[in-house]
C-alpha cells in the first residue's frame, strides 16, 4: 500500500470512529470476557495459545461458572495463563497439570476443574499423568495445545514434532528410526473407557474458533454432568520456532499438521447421552 | 470414636490417626515396608470420615496430586519409603515454594537403590537438607514410638497449617512395622481450616482476588524477596517448634545423641552401661527441623564426649558436630543397609570410646 492511501484511509477510519453511532453499546459486537484479564499477553504475534486462552474465558463466562472453575496451568510457554484468567489457577510441575488437576477436583468434586498443557508437557514428560488421569475418568476437562515443538525452552522437538522436521535438536529433521513417530496421543486417549469425550480442533480460522470454543463449552458442560473426562486437543501454530510468519505458520499447519492429526471428534457420547 | 487403647501396628495406627485428625485426603503408591498405611485407609477412612484416598500411578502423580488438594486448602497427606520419597522431590519443592501444607511420611528402608526393605535412617539429608532443588526446609518430626507416629499425625497437621509448609514424618521401617500399645486420640471433625479463602484455590468470588498457587517469580528480585520470606519463615519455626527428649541426662558424663528407634536402643545400652558405672544419658531431638543446636550446646559444659548412634553411614552426626563446635569429642557408631544396632553393641561402643577419655 503506498503512503499516500494510508494517510487517506487512516483518516477516513478517524471520521468513522468520530461518528458516535459506532460507539453506542448496542452496536457492539466483540469485547473481553469477564473472564480474561485487561493483561498484556507475552505471547508471540499470531500464536494460538491466546486465542485458546480467550475461547476458555468466553466459555467459563457463558457458563457463568467463574466463581466455580479452578484451572491448572503447565511448564511450558502457558505456564503465564494463570495472569490472564480470572479465575483460581495452580500452576503445576512440568507433565503433572493432569495430577493436579485430578487433587482438586478429588477434594472439590462440586467445583469445575481443567487442566491447560503443551505436548511437551503433556505427551512426553507427562504422559503417564495424562493416560492414567483419562483412564481413571477424573470428571475434568483437558485443554491439550498441539504445536508440534518445545515452545517454552526455544525449539526443541516435541513428541508430536512431524517427521523430517528440524528442530534445534534434530537439527537434520525428526529421524523416525532415532526418534520415533509423532506421537498421536489424542487416538490412544479416546480408546479409554474414562474418557466421556474426545475431539481435536484449530484456532486458525473463524469457522475452527468457533468449532472449538463450542467443544470447549462441551467439556465444561460433560463435567457438570458428571461424565467424566473431556479431552480437547487444539492443533496450534509456534510462529517463532517454526521461524515462519503467523500467517505462513497456520498455512504450514493446514497443510501439514492437519494432515497428520486430522480436526473433528474422536469420541462423542451416545445419543441419549447427549 | 472415642479415646481408645490398643495395641496396632505403626502403619495402620498412623493410618488411623490420619483418619481420627479428620484428614481430607490421602494419594500414595504402594511400597514395602509402608503399603499397610493405604491398605488400611481403603478399608476404613472413607466409611468413617468420607476421606478422599487415591492410589495414584506413581509417587510423582501422589505427590503432584498432594500439590493440588493441598492448594486447595484440604489436609491432605501421602506416606511412601526412600526410592518413592526420592521421585516426590520435585514436587516436594514445588509445595514448599507455594507454601502448602500438608504431612508427608517417610517410613525409610535401607539404600542406596533398591536397596532393602529393611529399616534405615539413610534419609536424614534428604530430609534436612533440602533433596530437592532450591532453598527450602521442611519440619522434619522423628517418632521413636508407635505412639508418638500417632501423635504426630496431629501435630504434622497443626504444624503444617500454623506455618504453611510441609511437615515430614521421617519414621523406619521398623516402627512401621512393629506393634505396641497405643492410645489413639479421639475422632476429630473433618472441618475447613480458618483463613484458606486467603490463599487457597477453592473458586474465586466475587469479594477476592484470585489466588495463584506458584512457585514461579522469573524476576530475580522478586524471586529473591520469596526466599527472603521463606528464610524469615524457617527462622520462627526454628524460635518456636525445637522438640527434644532427654533420658538420664541430670548427672550424665557422657551422652549418647541419637534419633527416632535407634534412641529408644541407646536409652536401653545407657542403662547397661550406668549398671556398669559409667553415666550416659541420652538426647533425643525429636524434630529434625528446626535442630535443637542449642540444647545440645548446652551440654558441653557437663559431659566429656558424645556418641552419636544412627542406622546411616553418618548424617546427624554432621549436626551434632555443629552444634557443639569441636568443645567435645563426638564419635559416631552407624549400622547400614536394614542392620539395627544392639543395645550390647553400642554398650561395647561407649566402653571402647569413652573409657580413659580425660575429663
Ligand atoms: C522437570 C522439567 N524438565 C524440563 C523443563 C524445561 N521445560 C520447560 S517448558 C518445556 C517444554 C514445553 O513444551 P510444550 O509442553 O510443548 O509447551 P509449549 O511451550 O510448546 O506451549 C521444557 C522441556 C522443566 N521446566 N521442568
Ligand atoms: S514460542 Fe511459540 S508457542 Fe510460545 S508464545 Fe511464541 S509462538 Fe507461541
Ligand atoms: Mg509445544
Not at chain 1, 77 to 103: K, P, Q, W
Not at chain 1, 136 to 162: K, S
Not at chain 2, 86 to 99: D, K, N, P, T, V
Not at chain 2, 192 to 205: C, N, P, Q, Y
Amino acid at each position: 500500500m503506498n503512503e499516500k492511501r494510508m494517510i487517506e484511509e487512516e483518516k477516513h477510519y478517524e471520521e468513522v470512529i468520530a461518528e458516535e453511532s459506532i460507539c453506542i453499546n448496542d452496536n457492539l459486537v466483540y469485547e473481553k470476557p469477564d473472564t480474561l484479564l485487561d493483561t498484556p499477553m507475552h505471547y508471540c504475534p499470531g500464536c494460538g495459545h491466546g486465542v485458546a486462552h480467550r475461547l476458555i474465558a468466553e466459555a467459563i463466562d457463558e457458563l457463568g461458572i467463574q466463581e466455580d472453575t479452578i484451572g491448572v496451568a503447565p511448564v511450558g510457554c502457558s505456564v503465564f495463563a494463570y495472569n490472564y484468567l480470572n479465575i483460581d489457577m495452580t500452576e503445576a510441575a512440568h507433565g503433572r497439570a493432569s495430577a493436579v488437576a485430578t487433587g482438586i477436583k478429588r477434594v472439590l468434586p462440586e467445583k469445575y476443574v481443567f487442566s491447560y498443557q503443551g505436548d511437551g508437557d503433556l505427551a512426553a514428560i507427562g504422559t503417564g499423568e495424562t493416560l492414567h488421569t483419562c483412564n481413571r475418568g477424573e470428571n475434568i476437562l483437558i485443554v491439550f495445545i498441539n504445536n508440534g515443538i518445545y515452545g517454552m525452552t526455544g525449539g526443541q522437538m516435541a513428541p508430536t514434532t512431524l517427521k523430517g522436521i528440524k528442530t534445534t535438536t534434530t537439527p537434520f529433521g525428526r529421524d523416525v528410526k532415532v526418534m520415533g513417530n509423532p506421537l498421536k496421543i489424542t487416538e490412544l486417549i479416546a480408546q479409554l473407557p474414562g474418557v466421556y469425550y474426545c475431539t481435536r480442533v484449530a484456532v486458525n480460522n473463524p469457522k475452527n474458533v468457533r468449532r472449538a470454543k463450542k467443544a470447549i463449552l462441551n467439556g465444561f458442560q460433560y463435567q457438570k454432568r458428571e461424565k467424566g473426562l473431556s479431552f480437547v486437543e487444539v492443533v496450534s501454530n509456534c510462529p517463532s520456532n517454526w521461524k515462519m510468519t503467523p500467517v505462513e505458520s497456520n498455512k504450514w499447519m493446514e497443510e501439514h499438521m492437519f494432515t497428520f492429526y486430522p480436526l473433528g471428534d474422536l469420541k462423542v457420547p451416545e445419543k441419549e447421552d447427549q | 470414636m472415642k479415646k481408645e487403647l490398643k495395641l496396632m501396628k505403626g502403619n495402620e495406627a498412623m493410618a488411623e490417626a490420619a483418619i481420627r485428625a479428620g484428614a481430607d485426603a490421602y494419594f500414595g503408591y504402594p511400597i514395602t515396608p509402608q503399603s499397610e498405611v493405604m491398605e488400611y485407609l481403603t478399608n476404613f477412612a472413607n466409611q468413617k470420615t468420607g476421606m478422599v484416598i487415591l492410589q495414584a500411578e506413581s509417587e510423582i502423580a501422589a505427590i503432584n496430586m498432594i500439590y493440588g488438594a493441598a492448594g486447595a486448602g484440604k489436609k491432605v497427606m501421602t506416606s511412601s519409603s526412600s526410592p518413592g520419597i526420592s521421585l516426590m522431590q520435585e514436587g516436594i519443592s514445588y509445595i514448599a515454594c507455594a507454601e502448602l501444607p500438608c504431612l508427608l511420611v517417610n517410613v525409610v528402608r535401607g539404600g542406596p537403590g533398591l536397596g532393602t526393605i529393611q529399616p534405615s535412617q539413610g534419609d536424614y539429608f534428604q530430609s534436612v537438607k533440602g533433596g530437592g532443588h532450591g532453598d527450602y526446609k521442611m519440619i522434619v518430626l522423628a517418632p521413636s514410638t508407635v505412639q508418638e507416629m500417632v501423635d504426630y499425625v496431629k501435630l504434622g497437621f497443626d504444624l503444617a497449617f500454623k506455618w504453611r509448609n510441609p511437615v515430614m514424618m521421617l519414621t523406619d521401617g521398623a516402627l512401621g512395622q512393629m506393634m505396641e500399645k497405643v492410645e489413639l486420640f479421639e475422632q476429630l471433625p473433618r472441618e475447613t481450616v480458618k483463613g484458606i479463602e486467603k490463599w487457597a484455590t477453592i473458586g474465586k468470588t466475587k469479594d477476592r482476588e484470585r489466588n495463584v498457587i506458584t512457585s514461579l517469580h522469573i524476576q530475580p528480585d522478586k524471586m529473591e524477596e520469596i526466599n527472603l520470606h521463606l528464610q524469615a519463615k524457617y527462622k520462627k519455626i526454628e524460635e518456636e517448634e525445637i522438640r527434644f527428649e532427654e533420658f538420664a541426662m541430670e548427672d550424665a558424663e557422657y551422652m549418647i545423641t541419637a534419633f527416632g528407634l535407634v534412641a529408644r536402643i541407646c536409652q536401653k545400652a545407657a542403662m547397661l552401661a550406668r549398671e556398669k558405672g559409667m553415666k550416659v544419658g541420652v538426647f533425643r531431638p525429636q524434630t529434625l527441623f528446626p535442630f535443637p543446636y542449642k540444647q545440645i550446646d548446652s551440654y558441653t559444659n557437663q559431659v566429656k564426649g558424645i556418641l552419636d548412634v544412627e542406622m546411616n553411614a553418618g548424617q546427624m552426626v554432621e549436626d551434632i558436630r555443629l552444634a557443639v563446635k569441636g568443645k567435645v569429642f563426638v564419635e559416631f557408631h552407624g549400622r547400614m543397609g536394614g542392620v539395627v544396632p544392639s543395645p550390647e553393641e553400642i554398650l561395647e561402643k561407649i566402653e571402647e570410646k569413652f573409657v580413659g577419655v580425660p575429663a
